[in-house]
């Protein structure tokens, strides 16, 4: 069985900063590309950064320049880093890993909620 465990959302203010960590935890053998999506209100969820087991990273033009991916290996961790909120950042954000166990598979997190307002 394998968990993803997300931390780190909250209320900020525009400009502000939040940091999200998202852990895997359970049979792992691997650990391929991790990811965070974000959903909105009312909207599909879309890709804001992805990350694979080299580090090379790849990011959604509307966060680019703001937000960092990185991961701690050891740990199976996947973190985010978003600087200089906006309002439009308020969302749902998952983790998701591409993850060898007992069988290869995308996992999710549950899922933790940013709300950037004054």
């Known amino acids: 069985q394998v968990q993803l465990v997300e931390s780190g959302g909250g209320l900020v203010q525009p400009g502000g900063s939040l940091r999200l960590s998202c852990a895997a935890s359970?049979?792992?053998?691997?650990?391929?590309?991790m990811a965070w999506y974000r959903q909105a209100p009312g909207k599909e969820r879309e890709l804001v950064a992805d990350?694979?087991?080299?580090?090379?990273?790849n990011y959604a033009n509307s966060v680019k320049g703001r937000f960092t991916i990185s991961r701690d290996n050891r740990k199976n961790t996947v973190y985010l880093q978003m600087n200089n909120l906006k309002p439009e950042d308020t969302a749902v954000y998952y983790c998701?890993?591409?993850?060898?166990?007992?069988?290869?598979?995308?996992?999710w997190g549950q899922g933790t909620q940013v709300t950037v307002s004054s």
């Open positions: 990350i694979t087991s080299f580090g090379t990273t």
């Open positions: 359970g049979t792992i053998f691997s650990i391929n590309t």
């Open positions: 998701n890993a591409d993850i060898s166990s007992l069988r290869r598979a995308a996992y």
